[in-house]
């Protein structure tokens, strides 16, 4: 059975940074496409950024290009999301997702494996 877990959520000020970490347990990790989602409460969910199988492709949302940074540790089988400039809309509860597909426009609804959220809250 498939487990995730996201953690490295915490409260930070504008223009701080965290790194968020998800681990995971019962799939093959190296095998799957990664990503990250956030969502605030009465907002759709947003994709944040998606890497592939291969460590090599990436995409980020408009919102977080050029601050964020996914990266994979197939070895020990985690994620990560380096969050750098943290602004306060960058708000939201963090969720980490697999399996599903990591192109330009990667939707959440692709992705089959979920763990529970970590929240970010950034605050000025």
């Known amino acids: 059975q498939a487990q995730l877990a996201a953690s490295g959520g915490g409260l930070v000020q504008a223009g701080g940074s965290l790194r968020l970490s998800c681990t995971a347990s019962?799939?093959?990790?190296?095998?799957?496409?990664w990503g990250w989602f956030r969502q605030t409460p009465g907002k759709e969910r947003e994709g944040v950024s998606c890497?592939?199988?291969?460590?090599?492709?990436?995409y980020y949302s408009d919102s977080v290009k050029g601050r964020f940074t996914i990266t994979r540790d197939d070895a020990n089988d985690t994620l990560y999301l380096q969050m750098n400039s943290l602004k306060l809309e960058d708000t939201a509860m963090y969720y980490c997702?697999?399996?599903?597909?990591?192109?330009?426009?990667?939707?959440?609804?692709?992705?089959?494996?979920w763990g529970p959220g970590t929240q970010v809250t950034v605050s000025s």
């Open positions: 997702a697999a399996g599903g597909t990591c192109t330009e426009r990667f939707q959440g609804s692709t992705y089959a494996y």
């Open positions: 019962g799939l093959r990790f190296a095998d799957l496409n």
């Open positions: 890497v592939r199988w291969s460590g090599s492709i990436t």
